[in-house]
């Protein structure tokens, strides 16, 4: 079994910045590509970003530029640092590794 836990989300005005936490235990044998999803309200979820166990990153247009997704050394724990933020950003943001879902973590933007 595998466990996915995700932290950090949070209130942030427009403009503002929140780095997201991700960490994946359990039944796990090795480093694998770990993603980054993002679900509006009344939306379909959405890529994000993903982060290979080799450390090669790779983002959704919309996010390019802004969001920087890290992994923690030779773990499956990984980071999205989020700059430049804006309301279109908010959504519940969620960690996958292999199948495996987290819970998701919110993140909203307002002032």
């Known amino acids: 079994q595998v466990q996915v836990v995700e932290s950090g989300g949070g209130l942030v005005q427009p403009g503002g910045s929140l780095r997201l936490s991700c960490a994946a235990s359990?039944?796990?044998?090795?480093?694998?590509?770990m993603y980054w999803y993002r679900q509006a309200p009344g939306e379909q979820r959405e890529f994000v970003a993903y982060?290979?166990?080799?450390?090669?990153?790779n983002y959704a247009d919309s996010v390019k530029g802004r969001f920087t997704i890290s992994r923690a050394g030779a773990k499956n724990t990984v980071y999205l640092q989020m700059n430049s933020l804006t309301p279109e950003g908010s959504a519940v943001y969620y960690c996958?590794?292999?199948?495996?879902w987290g819970q998701g973590t919110r993140v909203t933007v307002s002032s």
């Open positions: 996958k590794i292999i199948h495996n």
């Open positions: 359990g039944s796990i044998s090795g480093l694998y590509t």
């Open positions: 982060i290979t166990s080799g450390g090669y990153p």
